[in-house]
């Protein structure tokens, strides 16, 4: 999980010129994250998880944290392919997207509702601003199409949190 939150955080530094990362850093960072998860699937599938029922949840826990390492792959490489509007209210956005990937990663360990309740109102606040970019261009729009579907994986490993909890 921090692995996946620390190459968000690099990626957003390096798309608003915050920071500036190779593209081969990127790449790595993303090779690793997939190694890993690869690696735990791998363990949880040769049956070395002592618990079935919370070793599913492992693997698709797993398998959720890898798919939000290649939307990031994807938002950074769609940054430097095209033309990106890199304007507050993009970053605003992003941020918020971020903030929900954090907000998955204490749900994870606490469970508390309130932090719950506080990932679904960044989902539902995504969705609806959202709706403000129809005028940007393509490319942008599939940026920020990028971060919506991060937001939504964050928001799939709540269920997998809670039943890991239950």
């Not at 002592?50 to 390492?69: H, N, V």
């Not at 392919?81 to 360990?109: M, N, P, R």
């Not at 959202?130 to 709540?158: G, M, P, Q, R, W």
Request: charged share 35%; with cysteine.
């Amino acid at each position: 999980f921090q692995m996946t939150i620390n190459f968000y955080d690099s990626a957003i530094k390096d798309i608003f010129g915050e920071s500036k990362k190779k593209i081969e850093s990127l790449k790595r960072r993303d090779r690793e994250i997939n190694k890993f998860s690869l690696f735990l699937q791998r363990s949880i599938i040769k049956h070395s998880y002592p618990d079935r029922t919370k070793g599913k949840i492992m693997f698709a826990y797993s398998f959720a944290l890898e798919q939000i390492g290649d939307e990031i792959i994807r938002s950074w490489q769609t940054n430097i392919d095209h033309k990106i509007t890199k304007s507050k209210k993009v970053k605003d956005f992003i941020l918020l997207s971020q903030e929900g990937l954090e907000k998955a990663f204490d749900i994870y360990y606490h469970a508390n509702p309130k932090e719950v309740r506080e990932l679904i109102e960044i989902k539902r606040k995504m969705r609806k601003d959202i709706l403000n970019f129809k005028k940007e261009n393509f490319a942008t729009l599939k940026f920020l199409n990028h971060a919506v579907k991060i937001l939504e994986y964050s928001c799939d490993l709540i269920h997998l949190s809670l039943m890991n909890k239950l």
